[in-house]
């Protein structure tokens, strides 16, 4: 069980800082991707919704005179069509038994809704969160708690349905607790780190609640979550474009948050590269599975938190400079990770006849990856279509593993070109049976075993070859891989997926993960009742239903960013 040292009375206490394209397409003719055309069926729906002020440039946003010193209500505003889905007050799936656009509302949704507010948790009266599971037949752990990342797809869920204040009210009061001074030991964390999780202390003496809230400091390792404050940012991008209401980005409280997560990661240093150097467990996989190093999951985290932060910044004193740095970390980022990240069978075979040991700038394989390195399975795994951005690249080390939320992000957040975003997609319809098989979504592929998973996990009972995070299938990816179906304009992959799930998910009681090779089995440490589970298969359903909701979670391409290389010839350019 875990133990809380840091305690945080919100509002007593806190110091004060509340403060479809289809694969034959290039490049060039799916530019815009114009959500209307993606839909099977003919849907309601204003095409111009899902064009906003995202798409204006970042050049644009960085050094347009008009854009400085306007307030963001306006920029917000600047676009009529700046709300993309008429949510408020809406119910679309728990009191209606048909939804709004025809679809037979299956019978889950009911149930799923019912779920979800089960696992609603209430501060002094308010609802903050959702706890990760409901299940009292394991030992809870910090599983009675609302992590940041775990909250993402609940928020989403209230948001389509019309419920924003709850999410109000975690964005505020997580905010709150970044404020808070944070220690390990005797080790100051940086003052914009965003904690993992947090839970209601209800003291019976005095009949008071506080907050307590980890920060990494009673995880299990100790693990950093790197990944929270990004999901913040992402968070509040997608209220704010879901409500209409631009009014909480724009408190400085907010804005000051935005600025401190940012600070963290865009302070100069020693890095080479323009990734994010990370320790091991520090996003979803939070346990020592080899993603130290540059992981793609925080990776397009963070590319998708700087895209979001461009768009709720002020570009007042401290905002506009940070514009400036954000601006040009962007243009690094995306450059290295589609140039150096993404692997398809051209470029497979590229690195598969590296030379070594080269040195100066006109080096070929500039990380000096050694070709004997190259895993069996990868050679088999790339089909001939289709491509993947994988987990990991730094000096002598690439490491091929697929990781479905990082590469579902890299396509919502437009960090994928859409050539990119397609192969994707292609990839995985064409390794359907090892990324679905009959439960989505793997977290990675493949599991490592023996001798690796010896070295790799130091031994992890939990993460044994094809369960939890070594290669365990997660049913809350459902809503990230259907998110990037719609944007991709394939949204008939998700809904085989979603059916997938449907045959199992409330009969097995909402896993956390399944395990084995196919995902067949309930996973061995699996929690019931796992909240994200149910919520990532409602937002899962809701955007099949209404894809305008895929808005919330989704930037388009930033036309001044356009890939300086084509898919397979990235590694020359
Ligand atoms: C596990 C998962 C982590 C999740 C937590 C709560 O530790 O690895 O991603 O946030 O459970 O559900």
Redesign the pocket.
């Known amino acids: 069980m875990s133990s809380f040292n840091l305690t945080v009375d919100v509002t007593e206490n806190g110091n004060g800082n509340l403060k479809n394209a289809d694969s034959s397409h290039t490049l060039d003719d799916i530019d815009d991707v114009d959500f209307s055309k993606l839909l099977e069926k003919p849907r309601p729906l204003n095409i111009d919704r899902l064009r906003s002020l995202d798409e204006r440039s970042l050049t644009e946003l960085s050094g347009s005179p008009q854009l400085r010193n306007v307030d963001s209500a306006s920029r917000l505003h600047d676009q009529a069509d700046y709300v993309i889905s008429p949510s408020v007050g809406r119910r679309s799936g728990y009191n209606t038994p048909r939804s709004l656009h025809g679809f037979e509302t299956h019978p889950m949704v009911g149930e799923a809704w019912d779920a979800l507010r089960r696992s609603m948790v209430y501060f002094r009266g308010q609802p903050v969160g959702t706890i ?2 409901v299940d009292n037949s394991e030992e809870k752990l910090n ?1 009675d708690q609302v ?1 940041v ?2 909250f993402v797809p609940s928020a989403l869920a209230f948001l389509m349905n019309g419920e924003p204040d709850i999410v109000k009210n975690f964005l505020l009061k997580t905010l709150r607790l970044q404020s808070w001074e944070k220690k390990i030991d005797r080790f100051q964390l940086g003052e914009g780190v965003m904690p993992a999780s947090f839970k209601v202390f209800h003291d019976p003496v005095r009949n008071h609640e506080t907050l307590i809230a980890d920060f990494g400091e009673s995880a299990i390792g100790r693990v950093a979550p790197v990944d929270s404050g990004f999901w913040w940012i992402i968070l509040l991008r997608a209220y704010t474009k879901s409500t209409g209401d631009s009014s909480l980005a724009d408190m400085p409280e907010c804005q000051k948050g935005i600025r401190l997560i940012l600070s963290l990661c865009l302070s100069e240093g020693f890095d080479t590269f323009p990734t994010l150097l990370c320790a091991d467990g520090c996003c ?3 346990r020592r599975m080899g993603v130290y190093g540059y992981p793609i999951e925080i990776q397009t985290l963070f590319f998708m938190a700087l895209r979001c932060a461009l768009l709720l910044l002020k570009q007042d004193g401290e905002g506009k400079e940070m514009v400036e740095q954000i601006v040009k970390r962007l243009h690094a980022l995306s450059y290295h990770m589609r140039s150096y990240f993404w692997l398809d069978l051209k470029q497979l075979n590229d690195i598969y006849r590296y030379k070594t040991e080269e040195y100066s700038h006109t080096a070929v394989n500039k990380f000096n990856v050694i070709p004997d390195s190259l895993p069996e399975w990868v050679f088999d795994f790339m089909p001939p279509h289709g491509g993947f951005f994988i987990g990991n690249v730094s000096p002598a080390r690439m490491d091929f593993r697929w990781f479905a939320l990082g590469n579902c992000i890299a396509i919502l957040s437009s960090l994928a070109t859409p050539e990119q975003s397609t192969a994707i997609m292609d990839l995985i319809e064409s390794r359907w049976e090892e990324l679905v098989g009959e439960m989505p979504l793997k977290v990675c592929y493949p599991a490592i075993e023996s001798h690796e998973w010896r070295i790799v996990t130091g031994c992890d009972p939990k993460n044994t070859r094809w369960s939890y ?1 070594n290669g365990g299938s997660w049913p809350v990816l459902l809503w990230l891989l259907t998110a990037a179906c719609i944007k991709t304009g394939r949204p008939q992959i998700a809904r085989r997926a979603i059916e997938v799930a449907e045959a199992r998910l409330h009969k097995d009681h909402w896993p ?1 993960y399944y395990d084995g090779k196919l995902g067949r089995y309930v996973g061995k440490q699996s929690r019931k009742n ?1 909240t ?1 589970s149910i919520a990532g298969y409602l937002v899962a359903k809701m955007m099949l239903e209404d894809p305008s909701h895929v808005g919330m979670v989704a930037l388009e391409e930033d036309k001044q960013m356009k890939p300086v290389m084509r898919r397979s010839n990235s590694w020359t350019c």
Do not use: V
């Open positions: 990760a599971a599983y992590f990342r775990d979803m996989i939070d995070h956390e796992q994200w």
